[in-house]
């Protein structure tokens, strides 16, 4: 399995932060916010990484990963031209797969599961991460039946579920060939959500709940969540 990091979008939620440094670099307690997610796909194992970002920060990231060396992987670097959604980045890292599976993972997402099991033991179809939230109409929502999801929409009005799709998705081979075939949403974007949707119809969409804490760090105040949930748990 191969690792993609996704860095791109404009960070609007951030400004005037953005306007200086993506905001995947942004500081999180005593680190780069990638670096989180980043760590994800360490801890499963995974030592070959794509990480796709846009034009405008990409010497930034580039200088500040480098190589991979000092990490123990080794770092290829995708430039999302536009930002035209997450599925559209995934697929800059088709010919980088090489037909392998992917762990596609959001440069400004922070897990506090071990999700290591769940990515070491994928083996195909699809498989994404759910958390309970208040407000899931902000989010991909799923319902699921034991491990399976049985729908998925994306930011209903009325949810039907409290189960927000993360930013972190296990996909077969077939998710290249699949986001090759999407066509852009209202918003003018590929979404991720239509490529696990694909999944789910052939029955192949399985989910892991998470159970401790998860934050989607693309505003001021789940930033700053975030640091004072990394300083607790360092002083735990």
């Known amino acids: ?13 951030l400004k005037p932060l953005t306007e200086v440094t993506n905001k995947s670099l942004l500081p999180v307690y005593d680190k780069p916010l990638l670096l989180y997610p980043l760590q994800v796909l360490f801890d499963a194992g995974i ?16 200088s500040f990963l480098g190589s991979g060396k000092r990490f123990d992987c080794s770092f290829t670097f995708a430039v999302q031209e536009k930002p035209e959604g997450i599925a559209q980045a995934l697929g800059l890292a088709g010919e980088f797969a090489n037909g392998e599976s992917v762990c596609a993972i959001l440069g400004d997402n922070i897990f506090f599961d071990d999700l290591s099991p769940a990515i070491r033991g994928f083996q195909k179809g699809g498989h994404i991460f759910l958390k ?17 999801v ?3 929409e994306e ?10 799709q993360t930013g972190c998705y296990l996909f077969d081979h077939r998710c290249f060939e699949v986001i090759r075939s999407l066509k852009p949403s209202a918003r003018g974007e590929l979404e991720i959500t239509d490529v696990s949707r694909w999944y789910m119809e052939q029955g192949e969409l399985s989910a892991t709940t998470l159970s401790d ?13 975030a640091a004072q949930l990394v300083r607790e748990r360092r002083r735990s």
């Open 213 to 225: 804490e998860w934050l989607d760090a693309g505003t001021f105040e789940s930033l700053f969540r």
């Open 155 to 164: 930011k209903p009005k009325e949810p039907k579920s409290n189960l927000a």
């Open 150 to 152: 049985v729908a998925l």
């Open 47 to 62: 030592k070959e990484i794509a990480v796709v970002t846009g034009n405008d920060h990409m010497e930034q990231i580039a």
């Open 132 to 148: 309970e939230v208040p407000d899931p109409q902000r989010f991909g929502v799923a319902q699921v039946r034991g491990e399976t």
């Open 1 to 13: 399995m191969k690792g993609v990091l996704i860095c791109g979008g404009t960070g609007s939620r």
